[in-house]
């Protein structure tokens, strides 16, 4: 009875989900950093030409959907620092809300290579003392990006 109650209830959020996809862009998340001093921009989709309200450090946006429901909006120069939370909405349906939170700005470095690439902290040479000091260090944010083969298409 529990059990099928709860496998019903996730069904119904997937079909949910399946019918009103994100409004921000999946790229975007919780605990992720931006660049400080300079313009971000996030992204995301909705209805066709639904307008969005975007709220990020007690400043309101507004931004209209194109004509496939994408939108973008470029956020003002950040000084370092955080945590913010980035509220978007849908003003044509009040149910559509999406908080990406605990957002930092601050220096954001890319990088990319070979397998050279995948050295971990595990791999140091001191790594249980870097891993027990790693608490110090709470607005440290490391993404890793799958690997992938670019395809010639």
């Not at 994408?70 to 044509?92: H, N, Q």
Request: aromatic share 10%.
């Amino acid at each position: 009875g529990v059990l099928m109650g709860i496998v019903f209830g996730l069904s119904l959020i997937t079909q949910y989900n399946a019918e009103q996809p994100q409004l921000i862009s999946n790229i975007f998340g919780d605990n992720m950093v931006l660049q400080r001093d300079g313009d971000a921009s996030i992204w995301g989709f909705s209805s066709v030409h639904d307008y969005l309200t975007v709220v990020f450090n007690n400043n309101k946006y507004e931004v209209e959907a194109d004509d496939t429901g994408k939108w973008t909006i470029t956020l003002p120069p950040t000084s370092a620092g955080g945590p913010y939370d980035i509220i978007v909405s849908s003003t044509s349906n009040s149910s559509r809300i999406q908080t990406i939170t605990n957002v930092l700005f601050g220096d954001v470095y890319v990088c990319g290579g070979q397998s050279n690439m995948q050295f971990t902290v595990n791999s140091v040479f001191n790594a249980s003392e870097a891993l027990a000091n790693a608490g110090n260090y709470p607005n440290i944010r490391i993404f890793t990006v799958g690997q992938g083969t670019a395809s010639n298409s």
